[in-house]
Every structure is written in C-alpha cells, then in structure tokens.
Antibody
C-alpha cells in the first residue's frame, strides 16, 4: 500500500524558514518524479515544485523560485521542501504527491497535507 | 505558463441529474489532462487522467472528454457523495502541472 506522510509544518514568522518532509512507502520511490502542491485556506490547488526520480532535475513555480528548494533522499524514500524567506502568501496546506506512473501523468497518491502558517 | 480556466465556479444540481463541468487551457495540452475530486479536509482524489481514462476504482458515472484546449467532466447521475470541489490539471509540461481554480458542485 502506497503511503505518503508529510511533516514539518507550523507557525512561522515572515522571513523565516521551514523544512517540510514527506516520508513515503509502498512504491519504488527512486523511479518516480514527485511534487509538492499547496492549497491556501479556502482556495484552489497550486503546483509548487517537482523533482525527478534521480534528484538531478528540479522544477519550481515562479511564485517560489529562488526561495524554495526541493530535494530527495532515495535511500530514505523521503522528499523535502526547504522554504526560505517565507511570506504571508505562502500560508497553505502543503501536499506531496506522486504520479500514476514514471512519465507525464496525474497524481494518484497524495499525503494528508501539512499546514504552514506564515504570520507575525 | 499554461493557464487553466474552469467553469462554472459553482454548479447547483439535484441528485440523480447530470452534471457537466468545463475546463479550458490557454494553449493546447493535447490529452495531458487530469480531473480530481476534493472533499473538505481531504486530499484531492484522482478521477480521470489522459483526459478520458478513469483511475482505478472510479465509478463509471464519471467520464471525461476533450483534447487540445477544451475538456469536460461529466457525472451522469449524481450521488450524494459526488458533491465536492472538482479541479482539472494539465501536465503537458510535466513535471510542472498547473491546476484550474476549481468548480464547486453543490446540491440544488
């Protein structure tokens, strides 16, 4: 059974940093690109970042480029998101998600999400 | 960046009736489109990928159609558990994947 479990969210002041983790199991983690998707309170879904299976390629939404860094540890089956220079508009539930297969596709498994609140 | 636009923002339909949700892409995404259902407090659930292929375990009353820039999700006979928010997502420039703003399907 595929499982994805995010952690690391919390309350942080503007300008601060936070590191999210997504521990996975039940699939060959290193074969899949994985993504972070966020959802501001009462709003829609926003794709944030993705990383290739090897970790050699990373992709970011313009809204987070230069502030967020995605990484992965395939030996631990874990995905990370380092978030720096946080802003109020980064407040959201952050989900990790995997594709249905190793190529272009939708996300078939999602974590339960971790809430990040940026406020003074 | 490919922009996805969903309509309507809210759709009121009676149980047992058909619901038709639309999604438009700002440029062609071929058939690289997915639909998701999201209920309050839950993560999104994949319904459709490849514009028209139902994901595992999705009932046959859900169907997707379209290609290029115009897409439709149809729910043939609404059940109580279908009232939720629906999002489309393009993955033509995978692994980037932009979402529409969502359609809230509510009970009439």
């Amino acid at each position: 059974e595929v499982q994805m479990l995010e952690s690391g969210g919390g309350l942080i002041q503007p300008g601060g940093s936070l590191r999210l983790s997504c521990a996975t199991s039940g699939f060959t983690f290193s074969s899949y690109a994985v993504s972070w998707v966020r959802q501001a309170p009462g709003k829609g879904l926003e794709w944030v970042s993705a990383i290739s299976g090897s970790g050699g390629s990373t992709y970011y939404a313009d809204s987070v480029k230069g502030r967020f860094t995605i990484s992965r540890d395939n030996s631990k089956n874990t995905l990370y998101l380092q978030m720096n220079s946080l802003r109020a508009e980064d407040t959201a539930v952050y989900y990790c998600a995997k594709g249905l297969w190793v190529g272009p596709t939708g996300f078939d498994y999602w974590g339960q999400g971790t809430l990040v609140t940026v406020s003074s | 960046e490919i922009v996805m636009t969903q309509s309507p923002a809210t759709l009121s339909v009676s149980p047992g009736e058909r619901a038709t949700l639309s999604c438009r892409a700002s440029q062609s995404v071929s058939s690289n489109l997915a639909w998701y259902q999201q209920k309050p407090g839950q993560a999104p659930r994949l319904l459709i990928y490849g514009a028209s292929t139902r994901a595992t375990g999705i009932p046959a009353r859900f169907s997707g159609s379209g290609s290029g820039t115009e897409f439709t999700l149809t729910i043939s006979s609404l059940q109580s558990e279908d009232f939720a928010v629906y999002f489309c997502q393009q993955y033509n420039d995978w692994p980037r994947g932009t979402f529409g703003q969502g359609t809230k399907l509510e009970i009439k």
